[in-house]
């Protein structure tokens, strides 16, 4: 069984909320972007190109309720913002 179905740049909001176009922007000549990726149990993780952060995953908790289990910003600015 596969873990992940689907990679695609997200082209509407994540089942977290976040909005792909927060993450599009340019870093050194490189456009940035937010991928999810999503399996058949509704799992979801959105990952942004800029370093590979994960910035999102939504599993289920005990109740069946999608949560968020990452304390990750909104947008990729914010991670502009951090000195590497």
């Known amino acids: 069984m596969s873990l992940f ?3 695609t ?6 089942v977290s ?3 792909p176009g927060n993450f599009k922007a340019e870093k050194d000549g490189q456009e940035t972007g937010l991928y999810i990726l999503k399996n058949g149990q ?4 959105c990952v942004t190109n800029f ?10 908790d005990k109740a069946d309720t999608l949560r968020d289990v990452v304390l990750g910003f909104d947008k990729v600015n ?3 913002q ?3």
């Not at 740049?9 to 994540?14: E, R």
């Not at 509704?42 to 993780?45: C, D, P």
């Not at 370093?51 to 289920?60: A, E, K, L, Q, Y």
């Open 42 to 45: 509704g799992m979801e993780v």
């Open 51 to 60: 370093g590979g952060r994960v910035v999102s995953i939504m599993v289920p």
């Open 78 to 80: 914010d991670y502009l």
């Open 9 to 14: 740049q997200a082209p509407s909001l994540s």
């Open 82 to 84: 951090i000195p590497p």
């Open 5 to 7: 179905c689907a990679c």
């Open 17 to 19: 909320g976040l909005n």
